[in-house]
């Protein structure tokens, strides 16, 4: 396996500065960088930085939360947050302890389906690539305040959410029944989540040891058209709002499988927790929202065009090869209701992924 490098393209915004990551073989770097940065001027940012990071080979990217990358080392089963600028790394619990690993024995692992279908085993590395989706913490590791650390991971097959904090030795399950969740925040002390039917699920984390499920109904309005699929992002404001961004994508058939794909348009909601209601707005104003396998965010846009939503796609296991992803990648206007995308020409060996730091 030929060693990995990631292109990493600055676009400043407010008091932050906002990187995208993009997951490119050593092979094409020197070409796909070029064609990055041609690409990349459609994101109206002034000045487009390269910064190629070879150290992080041998891994996919799974998420990223307060300036740092969440990644899997699919050889050790390690499940790493990394400084991309300082290069500090701090690992978080292995993938052995989540819930629905049984038993690990050399390259063979066994499993918990976690639904009738019961056990599977299958060899470690596979299960490696395929057993977490998506992961975030409540703060930047810190030595100061390491007993208040916490991660969620998104895990499995049937997408099961886990946590642990400091001190931990397992990855412990959340204790409800929910559908397949497709994304996870950490909020005002507290952990929001939303499933495939939009499905909002809060968990209160600082009182008890074991997080308590409230539900919250009143969800948007699903689509039953076959051919769209409605993808849910979370972001908790400044103002303490919290928003649901619903992201329609549109599926094209290619033999047996959805191959390819890309974004028509968000709808936004916006949460009034009293009433259990999500009431629809059209207008961001001088704000944009970032959303992708990044922990979602809402950013002040200072050198750009508010009223946006800068996109990278969340599609890990939608396809059956893993050595070629095509992205969806790029921005959406809310004003015009009009979708542009970047990088649709680029391969990517897992999805790319937004950095605020």
Known sequence: MELQSFNLSLIPSGNKVLWLLLPIPTVAAERSSKKAKRRTR???????????????????????????????????????????????????????????????????????????????????????????????????PNNDRYNDFMAVVIYGGYRKLAFYKANDTRWIKFPTSHKMIVDV???????????????????????????????????????????IMQYSYLIGCDDGSLLMVVRHIRLTKHTEWWRYYKTIKFDIYKLNKNAKVWSRIYDLGNYVLVVGLNSSIQILASNCKGNKIYFTDSMVGLHPDDDIWRHDIGVFNLKDNSCRRVLSDVNFFCPPVWILS
């Open 42 to 140: 459609i994101l109206e940012e002034k000045e487009i930085y390269h910064l190629t990071m070879p150290e992080l080979q041998n891994n996919l990217v799974r998420g990223s939360c307060h300036g740092w990358v969440i990644m899997v080392l699919i050889y050790e089963g390690t499940i790493r947050m990394l400084n991309p600028f300082t290069k500090v790394c701090f690992d978080l619990l292995p993938i052995s302890t989540l819930p629905n690993v049984i038993d690990i024995h050399g390259d063979k692992c066994i499993i918990d389906l976690e639904s009738t279908y019961g056990t599977l085993e299958m060899d470690t590395i596979s299960m490696h690539k395929i057993n977490v989706y998506k992961v975030i913490t409540n703060s930047a």
């Open 185 to 227: 925040i950490f909020f005002q002390e507290k952990v929001y989540a939303v499933d495939f039917d939009h499905q909002l699920y809060e968990f209160h984390i600082k009182k008890k040891l074991e997080p308590v499920r409230r539900i919250y109904e009143g969800t948007p309005l699903y689509q039953h058209d076959t051919n």
